[in-house]
């Protein structure tokens, strides 16, 4: 089960945002710091204001006894800098991880929102098996056939890894409120076979059905606000503490981009807000996806699922309430 807490990530981007403020706050430039201190690269400041690095504990000791931090917050920032570095212990709550899925499983932990929309792929959060593997399949072609030496070999625990992200739905605390915009290509005869397609339509039902979820169908042909396009698949991940910095994942297919600069962050919100108005509401959405399920079973879809089939989640019971409105 993923944990609820922050993963590494996170905590090196709250520790690096507070030192940087410690920092300013104490009057000083990241050169004058690296000379009272007597680190040999300026970089290495660079790096832990930024998140960029694993932090040692002594240099951050070094820098809070430069900036004359009180015992409080002293002991706080300690404590996150031992959960920035813990990578392994935290990796032990999942049954499966891999690189690839490790970044967006880090983001997940600790969210108490996220929505996301994605132009031609149902997110990674709600993919059956069998969809799964079409996606991870047909992009590992793309990068062996660019000649990328670091291409996966082991399709079945990178699938694994997936799956092991979703749990994060449907645990029984602290489950984040999530919200999807899906457009109708993600989920067309150009995404894969008819049976997999249908497995996955049953399973977003299902998801549709939890409390903490949302979800909305985007038809190809509606108009989103004053003809706009979203030039791109993108993530919003807003966290329990509201000193962790929200922060905005864009997914390029081939390149993910994470930022928590607040214009940029606010520019997605609004289309956000955009696409789930032009989008079919809830209730339209889970009435779509099941007469697209039916439509495929009228065609003789066979039951057996290419790839696998995931277990549909359980819904849990009673009312967990939103924890969010929007």
Not at 251 to 270: H, P
């Amino acid at each position: 089960m993923p944990p609820a807490s922050p993963g590494p990530i996170l905590r090196r981007r709250r520790l690096g945002l507070e030192l940087r403020r410690l920092r300013e706050a104490a009057g000083l430039t990241g050169d004058q710091v690296i000379d009272h201190i007597g680190w040999a690269s300026a970089s290495k400041l660079s790096r832990l204001e930024n998140g960029r690095s694993r932090p040692d504990p002594q240099d951050v000791r070094d820098l809070l006894d430069l900036y004359r931090v009180d015992a409080t917050l002293r002991a706080e920032l300690l404590g996150i800098t031992q959960e920035a570095g813990d990578i392994r212990g935290w990796l032990k709550n999942f049954p499966a991880m891999t690189r690839q899925q490790r970044s967006f499983a880090e983001l997940e932990a600790g969210c108490v929102e996220i929505s996301e929309y994605n132009p031609v792929l149902v997110p990674g959060l709600l993919q059956t098996t069998g969809y799964a593997r079409m996606r991870i399949t047909s992009a590992w072609q793309v990068d062996r056939e660019a000649g990328d030496p670091e291409v996966g070999e082991d399709i079945d625990t990178e699938i694994k890894a997936r799956l092991a992200r979703q749990s994060l739905l449907t645990r029984d605390t602290d489950a984040p409120r999530y919200t999807a915009v899906l457009e109708e290509a993600a989920l067309s005869h150009r995404a894969g076979p008819p049976e997999v397609l249908r497995e996955q339509m049953t399973q977003l039902c299902e998801l549709a059905m939890l409390p903490n979820v949302t979800l909305h169908v985007l038809p190809r042909d509606t108009p989103i606000g004053q003809w706009y396009l979203p030039p791109t698949a993108f993530s919003l991940y807003r966290f329990a503490d509201p000193l962790d910095p929200e922060t905005l994942a864009i997914e390029g297919g081939f390149t993910d981009v994470m930022s928590t600069e607040v214009i940029a962050l606010n520019r997605y919100k609004v289309a956000f807000e955009w696409l789930c108005t032009a989008a079919l509401s809830a209730t339209d959405t889970v009435s779509w996806l099941m007469e697209s399920a039916g439509r495929l079973s009228e065609a003789g879809v066979p039951s057996t699922v290419v790839g696998g089939s995931a277990t549909a989640p359980t819904q849990r019971r009673g009312s967990a309430g939103r924890l969010t409105e929007r």
